[in-house]
């Protein structure tokens, strides 16, 4: 609920207050953005000046109260007298914008440029401000608990502003806090720093063309000492996928100035008279139960503001995808034995990965050509789309539309769409990206890509980008919103094609792709416990239902590790999952495995994709209402480990549930020579008889049921102990390295208690 009383603007969600005033200078005041409050507690949180701050520059000469350099504001000007970081730049020409009008409205208010927006019940706080020869509209948007803002300027002058900088939001929030950002490159996406931020700017920055998987646009501030579960914590995001910036610093007077929006390195825009340029939307949540009741408040609004409508809360099927396991290598005859061996797997949908077009047969070639490669394809993709429909499974293709290889037709004919500078071409991965500013470009993609979906019966597309810009420059921003026009003209009007974006994995997981396509991939690392950081990074901002979580092989291509099948399963569940790897040699007892992950995922896939997530100290929860499903994953085994607790969140202290473990199995050849122990003859460990006991033979591993009530299940349930040297028994937990387990608990008989 947005109100205006008594000169104060309260916006309203049942657990976030934003209370913003005009002050006497016009200038807008941030009063409070935090708990729940009134907008008649507007006084509780105004700040004055006192007699000022000696010699701060003064808006009204001799009104010492008349310092903007001091002022707690939502959005400021620039050489003007707050020396803090400016949301606007003017190309070194001063800026200063005061109120001009308002208007609250039903809904949100249109993007006119074409960017993506949230959307949803929503109302809208629309502020002019103006100065000669301009006008700034600050719009803030109230999505139950979390707000958006942007802003939208216009040239109302006679002549050029040229525009280098503006930022969607600008915060002055009082008191000392931490920032925490999502760091890291291909195959180590989202490492989580946090940093105090004390009086010298600490940013979070891309200027690779895209929010990148260096620095991703989400990030977070919170108070010292806040945990999961208390705490004042602020998530801020972006409706976004170019560069972006984010800063904040601490003032002498105590305020934090937080500001976000597209990175001014290199921008530049000619506004002429009448032109307007619009920043994209940034989003900012609070809450004051930690950074888990920060997540929460996250995941609601993208599954239910964010994605597209169509795919909100509908289930993900299991996918199997012949990237890692085919890499280049394939045509029809191996990809529809793939297919047979992961229909019986359980998989419910096939995704061709690279490789299927042009002469496409390595990263060198083919990238731009949307022509089938015949020799690998004798009857076409429709002949193999065909194929496996007929199994009763779904078809999806990979496409990189945005890219193009010299070494490929299109080139050929139009080396002029290449984006390239006046020096040599940089190439990235042996290719050049499209420039999607121009509207031949786009219309080549749109038609091309638009016609296979249309010719093929396809049900789900991976739009993949692998390479940085170079050459963009201050285009970037244009290049941004060609994309999204790109991705409109093709999706919208084909909903029931689930979208997975990926950019290298990671590279561009951001609101911005999110409001195309529900799915992105998470990372080309697929190592579980690279994963387990990754994932659990991303949660902190994004809903596991946007995670493309899949199993592939041990040891792992990107890290050597060698991990359980069994942790690989229970750490691909915590999202959308799929197989990616060669099904060919898999062994009986793993496929027998990989089927009752699979039918094990189908029965609970609502809960883990839709549930809500809860990181624990030892592992990840997710709960739905009577059904809570929990994992504790271990990295490194320690000799005599001591009691493990499992601490539950979120259930009904009163009602009682019943906890049970998810069996799993050992495998045999993991004791090598240790079987002598338990087994009735003396085995060779390097020898046939080993590995044939390996191949057939499992052990149950400790399992563990109990009934208890939601308060004793809160407070921790003592798990079974673990291995500590003493031999193999089912009374206990044998983890190795890298183990796993899950844990079902069921609400008893919830119609009852309820
Ligand atoms: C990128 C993606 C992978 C795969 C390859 C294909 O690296 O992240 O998942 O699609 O491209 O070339």
Request: charged letters at 20%; one cysteine or more.
């Amino acid at each position: 609920m947005i109100e205006y009383k008594s000169g104060v603007f309260g916006l309203h969600g049942d657990r976030v207050s934003c209370l913003l005033r005009v002050n006497p200078y016009g200038l807008l005041e941030l009063l409070h953005f935090g708990p729940s409050v009134r907008t008649e507690d507007a006084d509780a949180f105004l700040l004055t000046p006192g007699l000022g701050w000696g010699e701060s520059i003064l808006l009204t000469e001799n009104d010492t109260a008349s310092c903007p350099d001091v002022m707690p504001l939502a959005w400021s000007g620039s050489g003007r007298g707050d020396y803090r970081e400016s949301p606007l730049s003017f190309g070194g020409q001063p800026t200063d914008f005061r109120y001009a009008s308002h208007e609250i409205i039903d809904g949100t208010v249109p993007t006119v440029s074409g960017l993506p927006q949230a959307r949803g019940n929503a109302q809208t706080l629309a502020i002019t401000m103006e100065q000669p020869g301009a006008q700034l509209i600050l719009y803030f948007t109230l999505f139950g608990n979390v707000l958006t803002r942007r802003a939208y300027l216009k040239n109302t002058g006679e002549s050029s502003i040229t525009l280098t900088k503006i930022m969607s939001n600008l915060m002055d929030l009082p008191g000392d806090y931490e920032m925490t950002t999502f760091d890291g490159g291909w195959i180590a996406e989202m490492r989580k720093h946090t940093v105090p931020v004390l009086d010298s700017r600490v940013v979070n920055e891309s200027v690779t063309g895209f929010s990148s998987h260096r620095h991703n646009p989400g990030f977070l501030l919170s108070a010292p000492g806040a945990s999961e579960t208390e705490g004042w914590v602020y998530g801020f995001n972006l409706v976004y996928s170019g560069n972006h910036y984010a800063a904040a610093q601490r003032s002498l007077q105590g305020l934090t100035r937080v500001v976000q929006g597209v990175s001014p390195t290199e921008f530049l825009r000619e506004l002429h008279p009448g032109e307007d340029f619009e920043s994209p939307e940034a989003v900012i949540a609070f809450s004051d139960c930690g950074f888990g009741g920060l997540s929460e408040i996250m995941h609601r609004f993208v599954n239910t503001c964010i994605v597209p409508n169509h795919w909100q809360n509908r289930p993900r099927p299991v996918l199997f995808n012949n990237w890692e396991g085919c890499m280049f290598d394939f045509n029809h005859r191996r990809l529809v034995n793939l297919a047979k061996d992961a229909k019986a797997l359980g998989c419910e949908l096939f995704v061709l990965d690279d490789g299927w077009f042009g002469k496409r047969d390595s990263d060198t070639a083919g990238l731009g050509d949307y022509t089938v490669n015949k020799n690998k394809f004798p009857h076409g993709l429709s002949g193999l789309a065909k194929k496996i429909r007929t199994m009763g499974m779904e078809f999806g293709l990979w496409f990189e539309p945005e890219s193009v290889n010299v070494d490929s037709e299109l080139y050929r004919r139009h080396p002029d769409w290449a984006l390239t500078d006046s020096f040599e071409p940089l190439f990235s991965r042996h290719q050049l990206l499209l420039d999607l500013t121009r509207v031949d470009v786009r219309d080549y993609i749109v038609e091309n890509v638009s016609h296979i979906l249309d010719t093929v019966s396809i049900t789900y597309v991976k739009w993949d980008m692998n390479r940085h810009s170079i050459a963009l420059g201050a285009k970037a921003h244009d290049y941004v919103l060609g994309l999204y026009e790109v991705l409109d003209r093709i999706f919208t009007p084909r909903p029931h094609i689930l979208l997975e974006s990926c950019s290298s994995g990671g590279n561009r997981f951001d609101l911005g792709m999110l409001c195309y396509g529900p799915q992105i991939w998470c990372s080309d690392d697929t190592d579980p416990i690279e994963r387990l950081s990754i994932q659990e990074n991303l949660s902190y901002l994004y809903p596991q239902s946007t995670f493309g979580a899949h199993v592939s092989t041990a040891p792992h291509a990107q890290t050597l590790r060698n991990t359980p099948l069994a942790t690989r399963g229970n750490v691909s569940f915590f999202g959308c999952l799929g197989y990616e790897l060669d099904l060919k040699h898999l062994l009986g007892i793993e496929i027998t495995q990989i089927k009752e992950q699979i039918a094990f995922y189908k029965q609970y896939r609502h809960v883990f994709q839709y549930g809500s997530f809860y990181r624990l100290s030892n592992g990840w929860q997710v709960t739905n209402g009577s059904t809570t499903l929990a994992a504790t994953f271990r990295k490194l085994v320690s000799a005599a480990p001591g009691y493990e607790t499992l601490k539950l969140k979120g259930l009904q202290r009163e009602a009682t549930y019943r906890f049970r473990t998810n069996p799993q199995k050992l495998r045999v050849g993991q004791f090598s020579s240790l079987v002598k122990h338990v087994a009735p003859v003396d085995l060779n460990p390097n020898g046939v008889l080993l590995r044939l006991a390996d191949r057939h033979i499992t052990l149950p591993d400790g399992e563990q049921a109990l009934t208890a009530s939601g308060a004793a299940l809160m407070a921790g349930v003592r798990l079974l102990p673990l291995f500590r040297g003493t031999g193999y028994d089912t009374s206990q937990r044998t983890l190795t390295d890298f183990g796993s387990e899950l844990y079902i608990i069921e609400e008893d008989d919830p119609c009852e208690t309820s």
